[in-house]
């Protein structure tokens, strides 16, 4: 199974429960604002949040477990680690702290314990100790509208489809998470436009790890190159010298 | 004072400044003693130290390889300051790296886990692995001074060789790899600086700095030393800077032409000056400079063009890796104070190594003297307190000791302490609740989200007049029922109740000191009367709060604490479990409800699923009621 999370923010009024289902949940504590908090109500203490975007509606904001996450790949020692179920999970001992990750999302989504001495990234995890258990994520099983839901991500896509043909009109034609930065596990219908979520742009269909595979690749090969190389110059330029100076001897 | 103890002397300065930032950094965490946010998670540190210090230490590979693989004999004599360069740019980048990482002491992991997708991974054993090679390249420097380390010299000239090449191959990949760090996000860098050429421009453009570098230092150094630099030489370097510099130019153009972003060259914006600005310092004046043979070989023409590309560069390194970023949020970054501090720090513990090894070991030809061990020197007074600081050696040391000792005491004193304690809490100043006996509208910090507050009823219930001093703990002199927000003055930090200022002031309370603090004794909260002695209704009996301290919480904290406990056995009592939710309290703004309730309406819903949680949720929301109601 390839656990998924759909959103219908036409069915969001943004009552908050999930907010506060996560919260409980992961132990997160009293979140106070914070001088380095970002107005979307994310932060290091609130994994989920609920964006007023425009027509009044109401957009949760979480990770999208994207299907090829660009922070797994820019992670130098594996911190974060795609699970076979689809979560992106987070290893905390593992951490060094570069941020890289947060520099790399292209949804901006892990946060930081700024306030911290011994500071940790912070992010959904989609709940993954409660999927291993058979159990749904808190925020899906404590919306009251069966706005956001949670399933197999070929079936939400299925239903995404599917209420999209049913309401004609009522939604933006897309399914945003299907084919976004190479598909992603959060999926959302809307009848707005998400992409202010993103600053306004699409990210593309192009999966980010992409984008850095081709120099990574090049690092043996180039690696190898410059020293057969360095060291063909050096010997034939100590031929030369060497032959040079048996002419002048002889 | 000569040039070069005058610029030890600043720069023990500035190391004890440093230091001063230190402090926060590893006491409260980056948050407090940096500017660094959700928005913008690299700064400074990265920009300037890591991917600037790099690039300024691409002189050792370059100058090694020059001399040892292509054998030009002529730069022999720059071979050992600029493999130093490169040593200690590389600690620095090392070392600022340990204020940069939230959890510097898992540095090692990388060793232990692998993510061999991530660039960062291969920069991180790239600085590793050429660090250890530097230290082996440098060490038969130093090792000539001491002949017990003679045959770990010689083992390393043997394997001096092999050594450079590696090093080549570790500065090319690493050097490139920086690049490679920001191919990932292409929505966050700006389009005039992002490129999938990246690593290649970050090559050329390292090697360009590192000859101007080699360039750069020569001159500093001989400035220092009132020695002559060998123009000849380093003219030979700017020339073959000149050319990688077109090729630069050209990489750079070209790949802006192909990838169709030549419009944004001409676009209006701070970030196309910022373009223009960096092109030109680093560009189009030194080839243009550096094109002329006269002022390739004069001395003033070396040193301005070289200062020029350097600074363009790490200009470039800055703005790949902060400034040029696309900021959708709004959220501008400027370091703080304590972020320069540290960088300053590093770059000054740099060059005093840098000098030390210059006087101690024979990095020249020639070792300079050293200003500090003159013994023919007559004794100089100290201009300031015209006090003998003893011989040259001891003298130095002690005005050194004592530039750092008061810069250190001085950013100590700079550190605001309590900022830096509230961990990136701002002020937010408490608006006293809105209404009258009946009902309060209670919202400090009139953000929309607030309580609504049944005063009479409350009143009523408790037992009527009788009952204020239940909540009312502390009043006002003269005063009954002082609103809470008069002493609980922020929303989120606590606020000193007693005002000691107000009452010392001969236009407030004209308190003498005496009155409270008793002669002849030291001044102090421990030795002061109690409140009490003069405010005789101060504090009412049978208040629910006892007053411990005259340092009231936080206004959300208090209010909280005052309800919830009162909510939770009420709940109990009367069964009503949704009375210790939030939302049975914090309702919203009028307009804000009537907007939803619109919305709702259109949607088949009923304002009620907004304002409470369905009866199967929350159970046990006691807890959860204290952890979201941070408004």
Known sequence: MRAAILTDTTKCNGCHQCVAACKKENNLRLDLPRRWDLDDGLSARNW??????????????????????????????????????????YDSHKCLGCRYCMMACPYGIPRYEWQAAVPYVEKCILCYQRIIAGRQPACTEACPTKATIFGDRDELLAEAH????????????????????????????????????????????????????????????????????????????????????????? | MNRVRKLKFVLWAVLGLAASAAVPRF????????????????????????????????????????????KLERFH??????????????????????????LPWNIWHMTVYWNPHSPLFEVGWCVMLYLT??????LPVPAEAFPRLAKIRAVLLKARLPLVILGIGLSTLHQSSLGSLFLIMPYRLHPLWYSPLLPILFLISAIALGLSMVVFEGHVTAYLYRRKPDCD??????????????????????????????????????????????????????????????????????????????????????????????????????????????????????????????????????????????????????PVGNTWLGVPGVAARTTYSMAFIVAAALGLGFLHVQAAETRGLEPTPVHQARGGREVLWIDGNLDGFGVLFKHAEHEKREGGKQSCVKCHHMNFPRDQGTACSRCHRDMYLPSDAFRHDWHASPSGGRVA??????????????????????????????ALIKV??????????????????????????????????????????????????????????????VLLPPPNVGKNDGEAGKSTSGD
């Open chain 1, 48 to 89: 989920t949040s609920i964006v007023e975007g425009p027509k009044q509606s109401f957009v949760r904001k979480q990770c999208r477990h994207c299907l090829e996450p660009a922070c797994v790949s820019a992670c130098p020692v594996g911190a974060l680690h795609k699970t076979s179920i689809g979560a992106v999970v």
């Open chain 1, 162 to 250: 599917r209420r999209m043909r049913e309401n004609p009109g009522m939604y933006v034609n897309t399914v945003w998470g299907e084919h976004d930065v190479g598909g992603t596990s959060v999926l959302y219908i809307s009848n707005v436009d998400l992409s202010f979520l993103t600053g306004g742009h699409s990210p593309g269909t192009r999966p980010l790890p992409a984008t850095t595979s081709l120099a990574m690749e090049a690092v043996p090969f180039t690696f190898c190159g410059v020293l057969a190389f360095m060291a063909g110059v050096r010997w034939i330029i100590d031929r030369r010298i060497k032959l040079q100076k048996d002419e002048t001897d002889e």
């Open chain 2, 27 to 70: 006491l409260f965490g980056l948050g407090s003693s940096t500017n660094l946010s959700d928005a913008n998670p690299w700064g400074l540190w990265v920009g300037f130290d890591v991917m600037g210090g790099v690039a300024l230490a691409a002189g050792g590979f370059i100058v090694t390889a020059t001399v040892y693989i292509f």
């Open chain 2, 77 to 102: 004599a720059i071979v050992r300051p600029a493999v130093l360069t490169a040593f200690l740019g590389y600690v620095a980048v090392a070392a600022s790296l340990l204020f940069d990482l939230g």
């Open chain 2, 133 to 138: 090679v530097l230290a082996l390249e440098f």
């Open chain 2, 233 to 382: 030489v380093l003219a030979s370097l700017a020339s073959a800077a000149r050319w990688v510099l077109w090729i630069y130019v050209a990489v750079r153009l070209g790949d802006l032409l192909v990838r169709r972003q030549m419009q944004q060259l001409v676009m209006p914006g701070w970030r196309t000056a910022l373009f223009w600005i960096e092109m030109a310092m680093i560009a189009v004046v030194p080839i243009a400079l550096f094109s002329s043979s006269r002022l390739r070989r004069s001395r003033s023409g070396q040193w301005a063009t070289a200062t020029l590309v350097v600074l363009g560069v790490v200009l470039n390194r800055v703005d790949v890796g902060g400034l040029a970023h696309l900021r959708p949020d709004g959220v501008f970054y400027l370091p703080a104070w304590t972020e320069i501090a540290i960088t300053a720090g590093i770059v000054a513990a740099a060059v005093l190594a840098f000098l030390f090894m210059i006087e101690r070991f024979k990095i020249w030809e020639e070792r300079p003297a050293g200003p500090e061990q003159d013994p023919l020197k007559l004794p100089e007074f100290e």
């Open chain 2, 513 to 542: 000191c005496y009155q409270c603090h008793a002669r002849g004794k030291a001044r102090t909260a421990a030795t002061a009367i109690s409140c009490d002695k003069c405010h005789k209704d101060l504090v009412p009996p049978g």
């Open chain 2, 548 to 609: 411990k301290q005259y340092r009231a919480v936080a206004y959300t904290e208090a209010m909280h604490r005052l309800c919830i406990g009162c909510h939770i056995t009420k709940a109990k009592e009367k069964n009503k479990p949704e009375m210790t939710r939030c939302a049975w309290c914090h309702k919203e703004k009028r307009e804000v409800i009537d907007n939803r309730a619109i919305a709702l309406r259109r949607r088949g819903l009923t304002a009620i699923d």
